[in-house]
Structure formats: C-alpha cells, structure tokens
T-cell receptor, first 115, second 116 residues
Framework: GAGVSQSPSNKVTEKGKDVELRCDPI?????LYWYRQSLGQGLEFLIY????????KSGLPSDRFSAERTGGSVSTLTIQRTQQEDSAVYLC?????????????FGPGTRLLVL | AQKVTQAQTEISVVEKEDVTLDCVYE???????LFWYKQPPSGELVFLIR??????QNEISGRYSWNFQKSTSSFNFTITASQVVDSAVYFC?????????????FGRGTQLTVWP
C-alpha cells in the first residue's frame, strides 16, 4: 500500500518568510510524528500526535514552530519567520496507535533551505 | 535520559566482507524498544528491525542478523557477505515508555560504504 507522503520534496525560502510542510500518513495509522535531520544535530524529535490526545510538542525548538493535524490524518508543520539554522530535512512518520511503542514508518522528507 | 551511541561514524568494506555496526543505548525504562533503520542515498529512512526489551532472542533475516544483549546495553547489526547496494547510513534508535512514549531517540548513524 501507499507509504507516508510529504510535500513539497524541496523548499527554498528567504530568511524571515513562513513555510508550511505537509505530511500524509499511512492509511489506518493514528499516530503521526515529525522529526528534523540536520548535519549538526542528527535526527531530532519535534512533535507527536496520538489519536485525539493533545500532541507532545516538547521537541519543538522554538515558538516559531507549530504543527496541526486535521481530521486525524494530514498534518502540517509550520515554521514562521524562518532562520538559516532551520535549514534541514524534515521527516514525517506514522504508526499504529502506540499503546506500546509501535514501529514508525517514515516519508521521504522535505528538504528545506533558508537563504 | 534516553541515549543512543553509534561510535562508528564511517565504515568501508569490500564486497562480500562481513560487517558489524555497533549500537549502545542508555535508558532507565524497564520496557523499551530498539530499532534499526537504513537511509540510502535517496534519503528515505527504511525500517529494518524492531526488538522489545523483554525479547533477547537474536534474529537472522537473510544476510542480516542482530545481536541484542541487555547485559551490555548493545544492539549490534551484522551484514554478511556485504553488497554494494548495502551502502547507506544506518541508524539505531531507542523508543521508551512513560513520558517519552512515541518519540524515538536516534544515534548519529554509521555511514557504510561497500566497494565493488
């Protein structure tokens, strides 16, 4: 079946602009995660949505970052007033409801470059 | 705190050699989960294997095998008879319970290059 999809694949923006990154999870998966991969920091957890529960936002690096999930499916990660240090690959993953730790399946990522 | 250490930054081997990728983890959780992912040059993280802390049985899948040892907090991954297509970055990850349920903690990855 279809895997996790993300759009856009690549995004180039100017410092100070806002960007929106989209994630479509695997059908039937109720948990959705965002991670960031950068050369300096490796793979970092950002935020996690589990069903109808309040999301775990503890990994968001600043209040410029926010995410929402509409209808328990598609998620959008928004970065406001982008900075050059936001340049990274943003990865989305999904899994079945993790009553216990379920395997996360990743999308291809969005490569963000802030000029 | 949850932590994963992959001490090997880069490994180069010649095709058909066996190679072992090391992973050491730290956690205070009594129940936890360990994963290996592969990231080929295309960039997508591909799931390889998952192990639960209460299941120390080692596993072999084709040319891949995993050695989970709680006594040394290690979860090593061996590729037998490596092939050029195995060239990728391999990540070890740790998932816990409690307040950190859901998130994965990744090591920094090991870049494996297999030369023909």
């Amino acid at each position: 079946g279809a895997g996790v999809s993300q759009s856009p694949s690549n995004k180039v923006t100017e410092k100070g602009k806002d960007v929106e990154l989209r994630c479509d999870p695997i059908s039937g998966h109720t948990a959705l995660y965002w991670y960031r991969q950068s050369l300096g920091q490796g793979l970092e957890f950002l935020i996690y949505f589990q069903g109808n529960s309040a999301p775990d936002k503890s990994g968001l690096p600043s209040d410029r970052f926010s995410a929402e999930r509409t209808g328990g499916s598609v998620s959008t990660l928004t970065i406001q007033r982008t900075q050059q240090e936001d340049s990274a690959v943003y990865l989305c993953a999904s899994s079945f409801e993790p009553g216990r730790q379920e395997t996360q399946y990743f999308g291809p990522g969005t490569r963000l470059l802030v000029l | 705190a949850q932590k994963v250490t992959q001490a090997q930054t880069e490994i180069s081997v010649v095709e058909k050699e066996d190679v072992t990728l090391d992973c050491v983890y730290e956690t205070r959780d009594t129940t936890y989960y360990l994963f290996w992912y592969k990231q080929p040059p295309s960039g997508e993280l591909v799931f390889l294997i998952r192990r639960n802390s209460f299941d120390e049985q080692n596993e072999i899948s084709g040319r891949y095998s995993w050695n989970f040892q709680k006594s040394t907090s290690s979860f090593n991954f061996t590729i037998t008879a490596s092939q050029v297509v195995d060239s990728a970055v391999y990540f070890c990850a740790l998932g816990g319970g409690g307040s950190t349920l859901g998130r994965l903690y990744f090591g920094r990855g090991t870049q494996l290059t297999v030369w023909p």
